[in-house]
């Protein structure tokens, strides 16, 4: 054991247990791909990347690039053996380097390969390109100008009568938000190392969330079997989406490079390139039309929700289908009908973040929930509150589904109670009155997140499970883990099943060598499927140690009961190293493969009805905030949260991650912005022009709780629920009471309608704009 590290307490499902991996990451010696010893003779590969947003590929000139110091060689589409195309969404509409013609500033043209990383580096800069430019354009609104090219089928979701639901309304919410992008900026930049094998084979460690898309993304571009092609991940530095596809570029370059020169070969881009070169969170307009009445009852909504895709599908498709999902938030819409534009654009092709979608339809919700307010002049919690998915009533999603574990009314409830939601309101209106230049806003938010993936195929996981002479337990699944804790719940659940300590079992890398197949660690879906499947491995072992333990002690198979440190099999109680020891002497087999597929889903997108989601997260979270009505800047100066994770595995973990997700969430709505410029290119590409939250910028008031009743009504592993996403959506209630601040220069009788990032130069518009307005 490493002397800095204090042995692990005792497994216990439901209690504090830190992460596997902890004191590594503190000490420095967590091992990512770039720590690894290199093979002898590792070649290193960089990507040249275009300098043009829409453009032919008229001709290259390599000459100079060859020539230059430890250049061993160029890779070109020409190289690619096999199917040129690294789509996730097999739609072949991306090849692995711009096919002719390139469609955005910095897509990936050519590879050059090196003895160093710093002679690629600088090589690739030496290619002479000559480019025919074409037209191009980069946001939402342009896109729709020019017509409106998709990438992949749109969707629409409908229920009611919406025609007659707007016409019969007595007031109407029309308007348009604008809702940014987001970089993942993850730790760990993309990286890949390929190995060459004998034959047609090559082992890859790659920095992805899905080692088998990798695996069948480089078969086919390689033009072998997925047999030849293993994928080992023991960890990544943060993924957050971003590792979901867009390793996919990384891992075919390093593989053809490895297999064409036999020599290993790694590839690591720096920042600028990395984040110039990677899809993003998608851009969405939300153009919207809402009717309600007095009360602030909406009757009917209708929306566009249309994104900034990219060149390529990606998963432009599932993204945005994901953002209808969520159109509704925790809220009834007698009659919706909700439609997505996926939009080409001459831009990276966006794709997976936390959230997938949901965000963006959750923030349009909140829009128009805001603009009720202000034109009825109440509190935004009340409308909020007045709009409510019912229990048995009002309970159908867009997309038909019934929602049968509505909790939203007690997590508000407590939360406004033990936040002192009412009071601390009532003081800020006052505040406002007598301070010229601070205002301050506080806001209480929702959320109602579906959990599992809407491709239902993906809703399945494997397990590998061996216990060995000793009584030590090796434990392999289809999760990756990067940093959100994974592999300790799931090895929790293991040492639970056995009853036996945490450092009993050994955690091993994910492998597509040792389990096959495997979905995305992605849609929250990682304890869920990596859980039941690891248990669903460890029944099997237990079932055949019964019966030897009955057998062995002469005793019947009901009298032998699973205690923790092992087996109490009638009087005789043995150890699980006793039990391991006597079984292999017996020829019971020590080993199981485990399986989970996610039960009661189902989805029809040509008609979107269905049953997408097994059950859904709840939360709520308030924030007080305090703006500067002459520069804009503001403060996050309160935040408290409660949040439903089901019956918690390890509630330790549990909070970091709700923790995170919010700040994570609030930089994404307040401070992460993408600019792109006139000539095409993406100007905030660096740590410089990208601002994501500090160490500082996290409130320093921050209650969060988990709503330690809640358990999940299907039987998840443990009774538990979901974690990583739902709580990123927390952080709407930031820029909902920067809003209110913003009106109070209005006396609140204005909608600020604040497009997002929420940044001190938008809030400073939105008062100047509500000032102006006021005077008439």
């Excluded at 991996?21 to 010893?37: L, N, R, W």
């Excluded at 001459?346 to 202000?374: C, H, K, L």
């Excluded at 209106?429 to 230049?437: D, G, L, P, W």
């Amino acid at each position: 054991m490493n002397k800095h590290q204090a042995p692990i307490n005792l497994a216990v499902l439901h209690t504090n247990t830190r992460h596997d991996s902890g004191p590594k990451h503190v000490t420095g010696t967590a091992e990512y791909i770039d720590d690894m010893a290199e093979p002898v003779g590792t070649m290193h590969a960089y990507l040249g990347l275009s300098t043009k947003p829409h453009a032919e590929i008229v001709g290259m000139d390599f000459s100079a690039v060859l020539a230059a110091p430890g250049v061993i060689g160029v890779l070109t589409n020409e190289d690619v053996p096999g199917v040129l195309d690294i789509s996730s969404a097999h739609m072949h509409d991306e090849p692995v380097f711009a096919d002719g013609v390139v469609h955005f500033w910095g897509q990936p043209v050519l590879a050059v390969v090196a003895e160093t990383r710093d002679q690629a580096k600088r090589a690739t800069h030496l290619v002479k390109i000559e480019y025919k430019e074409l037209p191009f354009f980069t946001d939402v609104r342009s896109a729709q100008a020019a017509g409106g090219k998709l990438v992949t089928p749109p969707l629409k979701l409908e229920r009611g009568d919406v025609k007659a639901g707007l016409a019969g309304a007595p007031r109407r919410a029309k308007g348009a938000i604008t809702i940014g992008g987001q970089d993942h900026f993850y730790l760990e930049g993309q990286i890949a190392l390929a190995v060459p094998g004998e034959d047609e084979d090559v082992t890859l460690y790659s920095s992805t969330q899905h080692p088998s898309e990798i695996q069948l993304i480089v078969a086919q571009a390689l033009g072998i079997r997925h047999n030849a092609v293993t994928v080992n991940v023991r960890r990544m530095g943060g993924g957050f989406g971003g590792k979901e596809t867009q390793g996919n570029l990384f891992a075919v370059v390093a593989a053809l490079a490895a297999k064409k020169w036999n020599r290993a070969c790694k590839i690591r881009p720096d920042r600028d390139d990395d984040m110039s070169a990677t899809g993003k969170r998608h851009d969405f307009v939300v153009d919207y039309d809402v009717g309600y009445d007095e009360t602030g009852k909406i009757h009917a909504v209708d929306a566009v929700y249309g994104a900034r895709a990219g060149y390529s599908s990606d998963l432009s498709g599932p993204v945005t289908d994901r953002a209808l999902f969520h159109c509704d938030n925790a809220y009834w819409y007698p009659a919706v009908r909700a439609r997505s534009e996926p939009l080409y654009t001459n831009t990276v092709s966006n794709t997976a973040f936390r959230g997938f979608g949901g965000p963006q339809g959750m923030v349009g919700a909140e829009r128009w929930i805001e603009d009720i307010a202000y034109a009825l002049g109440k509190d935004p919690l009340d409308i909020r509150k007045a709009n409510f998915y019912g229990t048995d009533t009002d309970n159908v999603t867009p997309y038909h589904q019934v929602v049968e574990d509505n909790i939203i009314h007690r997590i508000v409830d407590e939360l406004e109670a033990s936040s002192d939601y009412q009071a601390r309101r009532k003081a800020i209106v006052e505040f406002n009155k007598n301070s010229a230049i601070l205002k301050k806003g506080i806001s209480l938010t929702p959320v109602k997140f579906g959990i599992s993936f809407t491709a239902t195929w993906y809703n399945q996981a494997g397990a590998l499970v061996h216990v060995y002479k000793d009584g030590s337990i090796h434990l392999s699944h289809g999760g990756t883990e990067m940093g959100q804790g994974l592999y300790i719940k799931v090895a929790q659940v293991v040492a639970d099943a056995f009853g036996v300590n945490l450092d009993t079992v050994k955690i091993m890398a994910t492998s597509t060598g040792k389990v096959p197949n495997t979905s995305a660690t992605a849609a929250s879906s990682g304890s869920d499927l990596n859980g039941m499947a690891a248990y669903d491995a460890c029944r099997q072992i237990k079932e055949r140690l019964v019966v030897h333990a009955a057998k062995l002690h002469q005793v019947e198979e009901s009298a032998c009961e699973w205690v923790q440190g092992g087996i109490q099999a009638g009087p005789k109680f043995v150890t699980f190293g006793e039990l391991a020891a006597s079984a292999y002497m017996n020829r019971v087999q020590l080993s199981a493969a485990g399986f989970y597929k996610t039960p009661k889903i189902h989805w029809d997108r040509a008609t979107g009805r269905g049953h997408p989601f097994y059950y859904f997260s709840y939360g709520a979270s308030v924030s007080e905030v305090t703006i500067d009505t002459l520069t804009g800047e503001y403060t996050v100066d309160r935040v408290d949260i409660l949040h439903d994770v089901g019956k918690s595995l390890n509630p330790a973990i549990d909070l970091g991650q709700v923790e995170g997700a919010f700040v994570q969430g609030m930089g994404w709505l307040t401070t992460e912005e993408l600019v792109w410029d006139a000539k095409g290119q993406l100007r905030t590409h660096a740590p410089s022009t990208y601002k994501i939250p500090l160490a500082s910028d996290v409130p320093p008031v921050f209650n969060v709780k988990l709503a330690e009743w809640s358990v999940n009504k299907e039987p998840t592993i443990g009774r538990s629920k979901a974690v990583g996403e739902p709580p990123f959506m927390l952080a709407m209630s930031v820029p909902e009471a920067l809003s209110m601040a913003v009106a109070s220069v209005a006396d609140y009788a204005i909608a600020p309608q604040l497009d997002m990032p929420v940044t001190p130069e938008r809030v400073l518009i939105g008062v100047e704009r509500l000032k102006k307005e006021a005077r008439g």
